[in-house]
């Protein structure tokens, strides 16, 4: 569910900017429609300070003791602190940009390896100039050798590097050469250390200034509020001639009496609306405890606008079942809701939804996993085990590996996709009927025929289905009606003519969407058979290793625990990426899914 926007139009005098501006800040609920402007002088400073005030507590926090957070700093300006910490950030930067280059030449010297340049020196003031020369293997042997003298320092495969020694002090040649530095690698190395050095003196002297990290924040939080009131301020439209100003704004539909209230106050014309077709509206997801738990996969993929139906109660049915039919094992469900249920109290508890739907996913594939073909750990819950107790457990196997059952976890696989994809039509007409029209709802109930009738045909004519082969050609009459309905109605905004002559399209789109759409669910089936057969494998791979001595059943222990962790870790990242992509393909296709959804953002001072 959405929850309903109402938009406010309101006037005033242009000397009540600032004020009323303040006044809505302090208010808290207006999304404010912002029209384009040009970024004033001091919005455009604001934004510079708070980049700057961005990499200083970047800096602090990489430097972060929760020792010297929680000490008592001596009162310090900002300012004053932020010239502090510039200084300190330009010399890190410095430090390391020289450390860097430094590297580099390092790094391009090393093949020639180390050397004393003060030996060759005397030789380099009496004429004799040294080049240090790179090319291939190939190349350095057919070097003509008459005019210099030439030695091999180091070969890398078919790299060869070299020093040439000659009397031409503007030496040419068809190979990479440069003069020989002054400083060899080992001085480098020296400079790059004693810079390392000092560059953690400068950090350690940041860590006395971490204290002041929590006063940056709320600076911070003052920032961004001056740089959203200016904006705002600059979002009024000017009526120049009579000096008014004018602003647009949404906001919850059950805040209206307190905003009703806010206006009564203030020196300003207003008027009270609802949203008109084709605006844009802000759009916010109300929903009960359960779905709530499903909002954060509703956002993976897009907000609902406010023109269409929110999806996430179906997606709060539909999302643990795929995912408990593709994980499929009883243990890894086990394991999934122990894991997150240790998240709640721990590494969790700042996302405690995120370990309810851990939890739910869990149980939901633990009862799957007993239910479906039957998987513990691996272990097929067969009737005809060697153990009694997984022939007990084999009594609740209901959607068993067998091709002579309708009810096998094959056909199951595909009558969830059916299930859901005509779960998502009928929603595409509720959608159609509520927000554009009963005429534009033709269609898609044209499109709901077709689909059922053409599963009846397949089940009851195809499939010899007896329980299904009744009302005679019933079936191929609602087919017919279907398709009629297509041909005539699938864009209403054009002529019959033109309807009639492009209903080709919609028409194949159908047929052949329906058809992809349903074997796309075969992935559940063949996800949960590859978990269960990966883990079959482990546990056979397991007790042969343990067969012997203690030692070999302490390794086969520890086989165990990697394969089947490995094996749930695979395992679960399929589970949750697949249903995904049913949900954002198959399903929101079938709905007509647009999307695209405006985030409310109410305009109000950061806590």
Known sequence: MKTKFSKLTLMTRESQRKLLTESMQELGLLHIVQETYDVPEETKSLIHELNIINRLIRLLENEEDGEKIQQAAQPVPVKEAMTRLQKKEEQIEKIN?????????????????????????????????????????KSFKKLDRSQAIIQQVNQYGRDSYFVVITDQKDYNAPYEHFPLPKTPPSILQDKIHQLQNKQSQVRASLQEEVVYLPMLKQYKTSINDAIALAEIQASFSDHSEEKVISLSAWFPAHKKLEVVKFLEKENVVWKIRDPQKGENVPVVLKNRKYPRLFEPITRVFDLPNYYET?????????????????????????????????????????????????????????????????????????????????????????????????????????????????????????????????????????????????????????????????????????LITGITLVIFFHDIDLTLVKRVGGSFMPLFFIFTGILGDILSYVRLFALGLASSVLGLVVNQIGQQIMEGSIINVVIGILFLVFGHTLNFGIAALGSFVHPLRLTFVEFYGNVGFQGKGLTYRPFRKSK
Not at 438 to 451: D, E, H, W
């Open 310 to 478: 929110d999806l996430t109660p179906i997606l709060a049915v539909f999302y643990p079942i795929l995912f408990a039919y593709c994980l499929g094992d009883a243990g890894y469900g086990f394991v999934l809701a122990v894991l997150m249920l240790a998240g709640y109290y721990s590494f969790l508890k700042t996302s405690r939804n995120v370990a309810w739907l851990g939890m739910i996913l869990g149980a939901f594939t633990m009862l799957m996993g007993f239910i479906k073909s039957g998987s513990l750990f691996g272990i097929a819950l067969l009737p005809d085990h060697p153990a009694a107790w997984v022939r007990q457990l084999s009594q609740w196997v209901i959607i068993k590996d067998d091709s002579s059952l309708i009810f096998n976890a094959f056909n199951v696989a595909l009558m969830i996709g059916v299930i859901q994809i005509l779960t998502g039509v009928i929603i595409a007409i509720y959608n159609k009927i509520r927000y554009e029209g009963y005429a534009y709802a033709i269609s898609p109930f044209g499109k709901l025929l077709i689909v059922t009738s053409l599963i009846w045909i397949f089940l009851a004519d195809m499939q010899g289905v007896g329980s299904l082969d009744v009302l005679g050609d019933f079936r191929k009459y609602l």
């Open 97 to 137: 940009q020289e450390i860097e280059r430094l590297e580099k030449e390092a790094h391009y010297l090393a093949p020639w390896g180390d050397y004393a340049y003060e030996k060759f020196h005397p030789l380099i003031e009496q004429g004799v100039y040294i080049y240090l020369c790179h090319t291939d293997k």
